[in-house]
């Protein structure tokens, strides 16, 4: 898949259809792409207009791109994510925030849903990520190579999480009314959650949360040359730590978690 021919087509139709540049590039964890109504003056963009893109399987995920105001700044939100757990290639997974950084984007504020590992975050909290591991053992950008139109994939991960935008989203957060604590998640790809004994070796090496949905977006985003601040709606506690991890329950939270939600994108989106 040619990743920065297949951007750029896409980038450019979302630039011609919405008449501006995006600033800030959004992309909307699982239950909460009815936060985009928080902009003003919004372009929806379906993703069947956007080269390359591939419809989400995931429930309550909508297959557009808006393009609004807020707090100033120009905001791209991406509706719908596709992930390889649920078919995609990992360039299709990576794809949107890929065309965000091409139509624009400088910064990536992505949102995720997680289980959390920690005693003190408990489901229907929001935790920031100022680190990951990589349970999968693939890497999404070992399909990338230079002389594709990126920089190189070989590049340092020390700082994928921006260390200044992070603090900044998560005072503005705090300050808002919604604490964001941070911690490292760990990624597994799915589609089945984690086991108890997965959970338990990665609290020993020192993750929050566990998620099934980050890696391919944040690293794409980050490859493409955006800076990234990644949060986590909490929604369960991870496996073995509490009751049976069930969808429709993780879609119900996240639903009743929207206001605040809005809070953190409004808050952030003025700061980065």
């Known amino acids: 898949m040619e990743t920065r021919r297949l951007a750029g087509q896409a980038a450019q139709v979302l630039n011609d259809r919405t008449g501006v540049e995006p ?15 928080i ?9 069947s207009d956007l080269p390359g893109f591939r419809p989400s399987a995931i429930p309550g995920h909508l297959n557009e791109i808006d393009v609004g105001r807020l707090g100033g700044r120009v905001v791209a939100a991406v509706k719908a994510k596709v992930l390889p757990c649920d078919g995609a290639t990992w360039e299709e997974a990576g794809l949107a925030a890929r065309t965000l950084a091409v139509a624009g984007c400088r910064v990536l504020i992505y949102s995720a849903n997680s289980g959390s590992m920690r005693p003190d975050v408990a489901p ?25 139109g990126w920089q190189t994939p070989f590049l340092s991960m020390a700082e994928l999480y921006d260390p200044e935008l992070t603090a900044r989203m998560c005072e503005a957060s ?6 964001l604590p941070t911690g490292v998640a760990g990624y597994w790809m799915g589609p089945s959650f984690e086991t108890p004994a997965e959970i338990r070796l990665a609290r020993q090496a020192g993750c ?13 985003g980050y490859h493409a040359g955006m800076k990234v601040a990644a949060f986590t709606f ?8 509490d009751e049976p991890i069930v969808l429709d329950r993780v879609l119900e939270r996240s639903h009743r978690a929207r206001d605040d939600f809005r809070t953190i994108i409004r808050a952030t989106v003025p700061v980065v």
């Open 234 to 241: 909490v929604s369960t506690r991870s496996a073995g730590l």
């Open 208 to 220: 929050s949360v566990s998620s099934n949905s980050f890696l391919p977006e944040v690293m794409a």
């Open 124 to 148: 229907g909290a929001f935790l920031a990520f100022t680190d990951h591991i990589n349970f999968s053992g693939i890497n999404p950008l070992a399909s990338e190579r230079e002389g594709g």
């Open 174 to 179: 705090r300050a808002a009314g919604v604490p």
């Open 23 to 37: 600033e800030v590039g959004l992309v909307c964890a699982t239950g909460f792409a009815p936060c985009t109504d």
């Open 39 to 47: 902009l003003e003056d919004t372009v929806t963009v379906p993703f």
